[in-house]
DNA sequence: CACTGCATATTTACATTGAACATATCCGTA
DNA sequence: TACGGATATGTTCAATGTAAATATGCAGTG
């Protein structure tokens, strides 16, 4: 019999959802990906090995769930330190900055991001936070190299650009692929070769 | 009591470690990573369980191997219908298109290659395959982007630039990340936006 | 030939993990 | 109060990575 004076452990968590999310997120940046179980998920929120299992369907659906998360997350790096009165110009170099922040902030949830087999890639949550990323970036391309073909062409190829180098960067980044003195001095800024028009400012 | 007249299965492989390596290419290729493991490598092969532990001391650097092969076909496909006559334009287009067509070709080795955590990346054969890559890229490297500093720091911004481009342009096309028709008609020359000299042809 | 050493493969064993299933508990509501 | 849905639990199983001890074959060496 259990005495309702002491408070015991509820039997219901009350948001484990949220509990084991960041649980994993946890784990996954202090440990790394391979390390990340989703009874090592229960055993550090205090709940059963499957009660995960409630909440997502499998590791794949936690996965897909804190990968959005990251999207968002990286959305909030984009647009930081930014009042809606800044300029284009310093609008677009915090917003890049704040996506090579975020990557190197983040290794292991950056990768996820982008890993195709462990993410779920319909899933709607993760879409609209993917979407939200991007219409930032597909506005920036605008400025961004002299591309031929009709206006929807152009802005394909300019968001297609923009989006490659940026990633490209960042994941290269991560991976600790550029060694040379002179590479790790240079940030995303620097290697972008050109401006269309130099509209901000 | 075993007849040597009609041939028994050898107790010794005798190329285990290449078999292993095919087997597991397969797996990854077909199936996909999360597919792959050692023990379905070493049925494939028709050897025990175990047995892989004589070739590799663990997963990881299995993984290591086969990205490590990976890096050194893609070396090939940039490489592939050229003579070595061939202007430098043409060797610039065939190896980028080669670059990106590895990617596509292999989506799954592909990712392998850039997983910070699967393979060990100071494994020194997995090194030298990357960096027989890059040589290719670094040369290439200089005809794109017009950039500020010193020699060195130019020649250094100039193989961030088009790597990261290429790269990311290979991995958000591979994930599926460009969805638009005008994307998908983009090839990765479309999305390079100047020539420094057009020194080729 | 007999013997020895080494590389290679096998067998056995164990802890971890994802997942399925039936069951228990709590809470809101008719 | 009784019921039903949501949430958590305990049990169970197959797959996996890895360790340790053992067996096999081969290549030399005496």
């Keep these: 019999m259990k005495?309702?004076?002491?408070?015991?452990?509820?039997y219901h968590h009350g948001n484990l959802r949220d509990a084991l999310l960041a649980a994993a997120r946890r784990l996954l940046e202090t440990e790394g990906h391979s390390a990340l179980s989703l009874r090592k998920c229960a055993a550090a929120v205090g709940v059963s090995a499957t009660a995960p299992q409630n909440h997502f369907a499998n590791k794949t659906a936690l996965l897909t769930a804190l990968a959005a998360q990251g999207y968002a997350e990286m959305e909030a790096y984009m647009r930081r330190n930014l009042s809606d009165a800044a300029?284009?110009?310093t609008r677009r170099e915090a917003a890049l900055l704040g996506y090579v922040a975020f990557a190197q902030d983040h290794p292991a949830l950056y990768e996820l991001m982008f890993a195709r087999e462990r993410v779920s890639s319909i899933d709607p949550d993760l879409l609209r936070s993917v979407g939200?990323?991007?219409?930032?970036?597909?506005?920036?391309?605008?400025?961004?190299?002299?591309?031929?073909?009709?206006?929807?062409?152009?802005d394909a190829k300019q968001q297609m650009f923009l989006w490659?180098?940026?990633?490209?960067?960042?994941?290269?980044?991560?991976a600790n692929r550029f060694k040379k003195d002179d590479m790790l001095e240079a940030s995303i800024l620097d290697i972008i070769p050109e401006l269309r028009t130099d509209s901000g400012h």
Tied chains: 1, 2.
């Design 3 to 10: 005495t309702k004076t002491q408070d015991a452990k509820p």
């Design 87 to 89: 300029n284009r110009k």
């Design 132 to 154: 939200k990323c991007f219409v930032i970036l597909a506005d920036i391309a605008k400025d961004f190299g002299h591309f031929a073909g009709g206006p929807a062409k152009v």
């Design 164 to 174: 490659s180098l940026v990633h490209g960067y960042a994941q290269l980044l991560t």
